[in-house]
């Protein structure tokens, strides 16, 4: 079964309407701290859709692409952003009663236009100061226009409380529509 949400506009960050989502107003506390520290200051993120899933809440937002670091254990590498990157993709999985992150799972993003595909590939299991542990990668798009996104959720694999018992046990896929205006 999938889950469909539409997200839009062309206003905010570069090629996004910013509005007042949850996200956004949840990252101003953070921003705010964040620059009190002399930290990093963590940038406005555009929600893509959210859809719920036996339980699970499936987030996907957008933001402006930053550095990252791919760590293997051993070695660190950084990964800058391409200057074709259009932004960078985010997918949170909660519980959604309680809002506690599901880790151990995997997730999969397919960008479709007009029966073209310009993104397909794994995001990665990240961790951030300001987005707790989700998966992400940097995502370059063609162009203008309305997006699907559908993202293929594998089953978390792991050892599980009696209350998980019964859920995730199969892969899923949610789907959204946005809408993408790059700026120059």
Same mark, same amino acid.
Not at 58 to 64: D, H, P, R
Not at 159 to 164: D, F, G, I, K, T
């Given at each position: 079964?999938?889950?469909? #949400?539409t997200?839009?506009?062309t206003?905010?960050? #570069?090629?996004m ?5 949850? *996200?956004?107003t949840?990252n ?5 701290e964040a620059?009190?520290? +002399? !930290?990093?200051?963590?940038v ?6 959210t859809? !719920?899933?036996?339980g699970?809440r499936?987030? *996907?937002?957008?933001?402006?692409p %930053?550095?990252?670091?791919i ?7 950084? %990964? ?8 960078h993709?985010m %997918? ?7 809002? !506690? *992150?599901?880790?151990? /799972?995997? !997730?999969w *993003?397919?960008?479709?236009q ?13 961790i #951030? ?10 995502? /370059?798009?063609?162009g203008? +226009?309305a ?7 594998s089953?978390? %694999?792991s ?6 018992e ?6 899923h896929? /949610?789907t959204f ?6 700026? /120059?």
């Open positions: 079964m999938s889950a469909t #949400s997200a839009g506009g206003a905010g960050m #570069s090629g309407d910013m509005g007042a989502t949850p *996200a956004a949840s101003a506390a953070a921003s705010a620059a009190a520290a +002399g !930290v990093v200051t963590p406005p993120t555009q929600q893509l859709g859809a !719920v899933w036996q699970m499936i987030t *996907a937002e957008a933001m402006t %930053v550095p990252f670091l760590y293997n254990g051993t070695t660190m590498q950084e %990964v800058k952003p391409a200057k074709n990157t259009s932004f993709l %997918v949170t999985l909660g519980d959604a009663q309680t809002n !506690v *992150a599901i880790p151990y /799972a995997s !997730v *993003a397919t960008i479709t007009g029966g073209k595909t310009p993104y397909d590939e794994s995001l990665w299991p990240m #951030s100061r300001y987005m707790g542990p989700h998966y992400g990668n940097d995502v /370059a798009l063609p203008a +226009g997006y699907q996104l559908t993202l293929l959720i089953p978390p %694999v050892a599980r409380h009696v209350e998980y019964d859920v995730w046990l199969k892969p896929k /949610a529509t946005f809408h993408w205006k790059p700026t /120059a």
